[in-house]
């Protein structure tokens, strides 16, 4: 079946430095892709909406500054954590919804980040 | 608002027992419900959705939800469960499709033999 897979499937970084992390859909094409944050004992919850070839839609709450995404293919959208502070750990985790008759969404493996 | 109550943190069944994780929802039209399973290292995945029609959803892996607009609930029962369906479970709540799902914070579900 579908599959969305992300890279690094986790990373550590230094206080200050820029990460980068990748949402792919490995054999269908995403127009649009969904990154979600995850704490520890909580539920995701939905930063922003990746649009490929327009911008990104930020919710509430969410600096879109701090979290860059760019959504440059129709398999690929990236998150970039700017400047990244131990606040900023947490697990991060990207979607796809599908389209057509058999309309559903696939969740990608999920990316542990941890700021030192 | 849209929100998702999972009253159930953490849940503890014997294999071969029946199960039933508790999902409530709050929601101004008709909700879109669905149930993810999360195992670790693995990517959230779909057991089952209501979307309209039949109230008595079923899913993959043996699972099956009832949606009770009255209760404003949807939970998720298998009548005998697995070791292997250690792992944590989501209820979420959404629009038409999958935009702007809500989720539920989740249950963790133990099996001892």
């Known amino acids: 079946g579908a599959v969305v897979s992300q890279h690094p499937s986790w990373v550590i970084c230094k206080s200050g430095t820029s990460v980068k992390i990748e949402c792919r859909s490995l054999d269908f094409q995403a127009t649009t892709m969904f990154w979600y944050r995850q704490f520890p004992k909580q539920s995701l919850m939905l930063m922003a909406t990746?649009?490929?070839?327009?911008?990104?839609?930020?919710e509430q709450g969410v600096e879109k500054d701090k979290f860059l995404i760019n959504h440059a293919s129709l398999t690929l959208s990236t998150l970039t954590v700017t400047s990244a502070h131990p606040e900023d750990s947490s697990f991060y985790i990207c979607?796809?919804?599908?389209?057509?008759?058999?309309?559903?969404?696939?969740f990608g493996p999920g990316t542990r980040l941890l700021v030192l | 608002a849209q929100s998702v109550t999972q009253p159930d943190i953490h849940i503890t069944v014997s294999e071969g027992a029946s199960l039933e994780l508790r999902c409530n929802y709050s929601?101004?039209?008709?909700?879109?419900l669905f149930w993810y399973v999360q195992s670790p290292g693995q990517g959230l995945q779909l057991l089952l959705k209501y979307f309209s029609g039949d109230t008595l959803v079923q899913g993959i892996k043996g699972f099956e939800a009832e949606f009770k607009r009255s209760q404003s609930s949807f939970n998720l029962r298998k009548p005998s469960v697995h070791w292997s369906d250690a792992a944590e479970y989501f209820c979420?709540?959404?629009?038409?499709?999958?935009?702007?799902?809500?989720f539920g914070t989740g249950t963790k579900l133990q099996v001892i033999p």
């Open positions: 990746s649009n490929e070839g327009s911008k990104a839609t930020y």
């Open positions: 979420a709540v959404g629009p038409k499709g999958y935009q702007k799902v809500t």
């Open positions: 979607s796809a919804p599908t389209t057509g008759h058999k309309e559903t969404q696939y």
């Open positions: 929601y101004g039209a008709t909700p879109y």
